[in-house]
């Protein structure tokens, strides 16, 4: 794990961008025993096209995962001490997904950092938006 | 609308062990491959008990509940119309494998914007561990649409 000089972050900063390849049929079968969540909408298509959807389509939580993966990328997850997210679009089966972030505010009295978090499709739109407070202590 | 008694229910708590094989298998679906979620050693090295669950693995501990659409039955909305809004850890402890995890949860709020067209469901789950440790917190909001009026006055 390469973690980060967290001392010299500063409001502003932009960290690299984690690439998902294209989201599968295979890894959602594999979120679906992984998580525990069996919902058929998200491995099942005739399922799935029966409840009018077009096809399959990701866990809003397998988003959130990949979120966590950029985070603990950078920061040792002790530090972490929240992580929120709020689901604003649908993934669906071969999106492109890439986790963006930046750092918005640091207080240096409470020794924090928090980043700011998306996940963004091929078409460049908002899947996922986050928040994580990290410890800087 | 939901009936806001419902607001404080408290369901029965839970427990689970945090398996090898289970975290492996998150770790592959979300490709995650960090040696700290795989290697007992390496996690021991960094001061963890055994492998270290990954951030956002809180969330499947959750469906360990014997019943996971005990909320949506108790405040009585069809699944088709629920969506997942919100989903906010805060974390206490690390959670590793091995651990015995005991979730409680709640209904902390229900509320509705656009005139009822949607309602909001907050949920509040805490977990801890056989050490009896806080481990976290997780604040959920489901999203409830409701059904589009059939007749309106003056429809044809």
Known sequence: MSTLNLETLKTGDALADLTLPPITRYQLALYCGGSGDHNPIHVD????KSAGMKDVFAHGMLSMCFMGRLITRIVPQSRVKSFGVRFVAITWVGDEITVKAHVCAVDQEAK???LELSCVNQKSETTLQGQAVISLS | MID???VGHIFPAFLSTIEAGRI???CKAIGETAAIHHDAEVARKAGY???LAPIAFPTTIAMDNPNPRCIIELV???IGRVLHGEERYEYFNAIC???????ELKITDIYDKKGGALEFVVVALSMCNQLNERVCDIRRSLVVRRPQP??????A
């Open chain 1, 45 to 48: 298509s005739d399922f799935a």
């Open chain 1, 112 to 114: 924090t950092l928090t």
């Open chain 2, 4 to 6: 806001r008694k419902h």
């Open chain 2, 24 to 26: 492996r298998l998150f």
């Open chain 2, 49 to 51: 008990r055994n492998i």
């Open chain 2, 76 to 78: 009585d909305v069809d």
């Open chain 2, 97 to 103: 494998v091995g651990d015995q995890i005991m979730t």
């Open chain 2, 150 to 155: 059939r007749n309106t006055v003056g429809a």
